[in-house]
């Protein structure tokens, strides 16, 4: 068990450009969340797959941002035209038959 | 809709000590609840669960919940904590209908020798 593994661990980016995430779930886990974190709060509920189907995204997650799982195994989440405010701690996890999930380390993203 | 409130932002104790971090939830559907520990630019970790059965939870490093239904509460406690135990605790919460994590805006717990 290799556990919940993110791709990068940090990336700066300058307004305006596009980003894109890698999350790699527990291997057998079928379903996977994203979780956004700002400094001082408690992780958000962005969106979640159970193996390719996307069954719920948040309101938070605005046109600019979408998330992938193909073929039911890693996922990628994509931030078009960073803006200041997508400044935050991502988060990914996996969990498979019980209800506990299993977070990764996160990728610290700062949009400059 | 669910939601969590952690009444303490930050709770400072001396080793050996003991410990209670507060977390109160609202639900009007039946939730599960489980407390996180965060250490400094880390993911989050589980300490424990509660999903039905004993109130009394027992989870890692020695940390323990009680789910009090009527209070709709589920306090964290630790009878003698470490230098080790520094870090942010997160209470969360999640319909028995739903996947998705609520969690509460944490609770520092800074532990000095």
């Known amino acids: 068990d290799t556990g919940v593994s993110q791709d990068p661990r940090h990336k700066i980016t300058k307004r305006g450009q596009n980003v894109t995430f890698r999350c790699d779930p527990i291997?057998?886990?079928?379903?996977l969340y994203w979780y956004r974190q700002t400094l001082g709060q408690g992780p958000e509920f962005l969106t979640y797959f159970q193996n390719e189907a996307q069954l719920e995204k948040s309101r938070l997650l605005s046109d600019r941002f979408s998330a992938e799982r193909p073929k039911g195994s890693f996922s990628t989440l994509e931030i078009q035209r960073t803006e200041q405010g997508d400044s935050a701690m991502y988060l990914c996890?996996?969990?498979?038959?019980?209800?506990?999930?299993?977070f990764g380390p996160g990728t610290r993203l700062t949009v400059t | 809709a669910q939601s969590v409130t952690q009444l303490d932002s930050q709770v400072p104790v001396f080793e050996e000590a003991p410990v209670e971090l507060r977390c109160n939830y609202s639900?009007?559907?039946?939730?599960?609840l489980f407390w996180y520990v965060q250490y400094p630019n880390q993911g989050l970790q589980l300490l424990l669960k509660y999903l039905s059965g004993s109130t009394l939870v027992k989870g890692i490093n020695g940390f323990e919940a009680e789910f009090n239904k009527s209070q709709t509460s589920f306090h964290l406690r630790k009878p003698s904590v470490h230098i080790s135990d520094t870090a942010e605790y997160f209470c969360?919460?999640?319909?028995?209908?739903?996947?998705?994590?609520?969690f509460g805006t944490g609770t520092r717990l800074q532990v000095f020798p």
């Open positions: 969360a919460v999640s319909a028995w209908n739903t996947d998705k994590l609520i």
């Open positions: 291997s057998e886990h079928n379903r």
């Open positions: 639900s009007s559907v039946s939730v599960y």
């Open positions: 996890a996996s969990s498979g038959l019980g209800y506990e999930q299993y």
